[in-house]
């Protein structure tokens, strides 16, 4: 995808004329030029950011710095390759004229189908930055950052991105994703033993003490494997990295304690959460990287089972995944402090390791709301990538109006910022050498349509999904989940009488070939009734059909669930008593 941009503003400071483009692009800076004569040197760069004297950072861990030799008279000069910036810095020169000024941006050709707007204006805000976070960071494969070293990062960043362009992006951007998958896998010749590496195909900087191998990444690319199957049903595309997978988990295997069942000392660099603010615990037999190794186990059981039919395979994988279970609940809880240590040789237990215990199932559910009350008294302390799990997970254990306050005071302090440039940060705070463009931090564009619409794929390929609305504090909300089934669309909007609220309405076209359990909030009153395009489906306590669509499936103190064919349909449910009234 190519566009030419034109620079908002300009000024003059210290010799050179600046060029500010609005927010950070991914493009060629661009001009034309008038030289006086031939041999003429200009200095030109671009930034993310400006310095104290509001000339752009030019250099910065990279050097986005220019020297233009000219000829005489009329000329033009672009770069041979793009980069990411806000700034454009020129140093001005008595005997070269500099005109149209320009950028040519690009970035992978991606369709933004989907969408995301409710009543608080500063979360819709979130959600398209998020968005253009993420595009900036879609080239010729996902990047970390447009700005620093543009790297693909196997799993790790790239298993976000999955997640979060799901519900931004038409499935087209499924391209991206599949070459990091298979990057993945190919990498694995580089290691005899099995290791796949976490940045492929780039051969720069590599060593023992270098991010070649991320052993948290390694265990996250089976994981994003099996999430990215859920959203786009390619059983060709596993069965051809399964055999990797395969080798991948016997090597972790020589890692297992026989002592413990826990996993421990795998070479290289642990990430988990960013690794240089709200440091955890990461040595010996960590509690994160054994839920993610028992995460990986039963996703590629699961695989296994229905994709390969290799049933001896998956319970094989099932019964390590029990084992590592069992090791996790009884060396690695503290009793006293109702919560999951850093590791079995750490005393630490930090909000990070209670996310991934939760995350995957590890918490038996008596002690669930403790560990939930301890991760929400930590507050902020963990990065704003991992925030996308931490609210994930306080979304699932009915903690959403926490979570959706977390993203205002959050992500809102960080968008009103002075020098916000119009994507999310590396990190909470940007100081030099990080970056301003890092879509791993774009979590709200995935959580608000995932968890306040409450659509999320059960099947592979999006063939039966969930609508469990959460409005919140909200009034209303509504968005499009561009899945490769078909756009599926949902409208939320509370019911109020005299400022109570009697229910809420449910606008949702549910695509052809598909089927969705839709979650009906429950009114705490016995005259309450749920009625589908004005017939009633619900009364006195009881499904009464009226629709051959639609079909009872369970119901619970919050919701009654039904399963609906494909179709659109107007859902309100209500109190019918406090209506009449």
């Not at 600046?18 to 493009?27: R, S």
Request: charged share 25%.
């Amino acid at each position: 995808f190519y566009e030419i941009i034109k620079p908002v503003s300009n000024w003059k400071v210290n010799g050179y004329k600046v060029y500010d483009f609005g927010k950070e692009i991914t493009a060629f800076p661009r001009f034309t030029a008038t030289a006086n004569r031939a041999g003429l040197e200009l200095t030109l760069g671009t930034g993310e950011r400006l310095d104290s004297d509001s000339i752009p950072v030019m250099k910065d861990n990279v050097d986005y710095t220019d020297t233009y030799i000219t000829k005489e008279g009329l000329q033009s000069w672009q770069p041979l390759t793009w980069r990411g910036y806000r700034y454009f810095a020129i140093k001005e020169s008595a005997e070269i004229s500099i005109d149209n000024v320009s950028a040519e941006f690009r970035s992978f050709p991606v369709k933004r189908e989907g969408s995301f707007s409710c009543s608080d204006d500063e979360l819709n805000q979130t959600w398209e930055i998020g968005r253009w976070t993420m595009q900036i960071c879609a080239h010729d494969t996902w990047m970390d950052t447009p700005w620093r070293e543009q790297t693909q990062y196997i799993s790790g960043d790239t298993r976000y991105n999955i997640r979060y362009s799901a519900y931004a992006f038409a499935p087209n951007i499924k391209l991206l994703h599949n070459y990091n998958i298979l990057s993945g896998a190919f990498s694995q010749r580089h290691s005899d033993e099995g290791a796949i590496r976490s940045r492929y195909p780039t051969g720069y900087h590599l060593g023992p003490t270098t991010s070649t191998y991320i052993p948290d990444y390694q265990l996250e690319w089976i994981l994003m494997l099996h999430e990215y199957h859920m959203y786009y049903q390619n059983d060709e595309l596993v069965k051809q990295v399964y055999p990797n997978l395969k080798k991948l988990l016997q090597y972790f295997e020589g890692y297992l304690s026989t002592e413990r069942g826990l996993i421990g000392k795998v070479p290289g660099w642990v990430v988990l959460d960013h690794p240089d603010t709200y440091k955890q615990d990461v040595g010996g037999e960590n509690t994160a990287m054994n839920c993610l190794y028992y995460g990986a186990l039963n996703s590629a059981a699961w695989m296994a089972r229905n994709i390969m039919n290799e049933n001896d395979q998956a319970a094989e994988w099932e019964q390590k995944a029990e084992a590592t279970k069992k090791s996790i609940q009884q060396l690695l809880w503290s009793e006293k402090d109702n919560a999951f240590k850093d590791g079995y040789q750490s005393s630490r237990m930090k909000q990070q390791t209670q996310v991934y215990a939760l995350k995957y199932g590890l918490v038996p559910d008596g002690k669930k709301p403790g560990v939930v009350e301890y991760s929400k008294s930590q507050g902020r302390s963990c990065e704003q990538s991992f925030s996308y799990w931490l609210l994930n997970t306080m979304f699932s254990e009915g903690e959403g109006q926490w979570a959706l306050d977390y993203i205002r005071t959050n992500w809102g302090t960080q968008m009103k910022k002075v020098d916000f440039n119009g994507a999310w940060y590396e990190m909470w705070e940007s100081p030099r050498g990080m970056t301003k463009s890092h879509a791993w931090c774009s979590g709200p564009t995935a959580l608000l349509p995932e968890i306040v619409l409450g659509v999320e794929p059960l099947m592979p390929g999006w063939k039966q999904f969930k609508i469990q609305p959460c409005l919140y504090d909200l009034k209303w909300a509504e968005g499009v989940v561009p899945s490769v089934a078909g756009n599926i669309r949902v409208k939320l909007k509370k019911l109020t009488i005299d400022n109570v609220e009697t229910g809420m309405q449910i606008n949702a076209v549910v695509p052809e070939n598909t089927t969705s359990k839709i979650y009906v909030p429950v009114m705490p009153s016995k005259d309450f009734t749920i009625s589908v395009n004005n017939k009633k489906i619900w009364e006195g306590g009881k499904f009464i059909g009226a629709n051959n669509k639609i079909s009872y499936d369970s119901k619970s103190d919050e919701f009654i669930v039904f399963e609906f064919q494909a179709g659109n349909y107007v859902i309100d449910a209500f109190n019918t008593e406090q209506n009449e009234k």
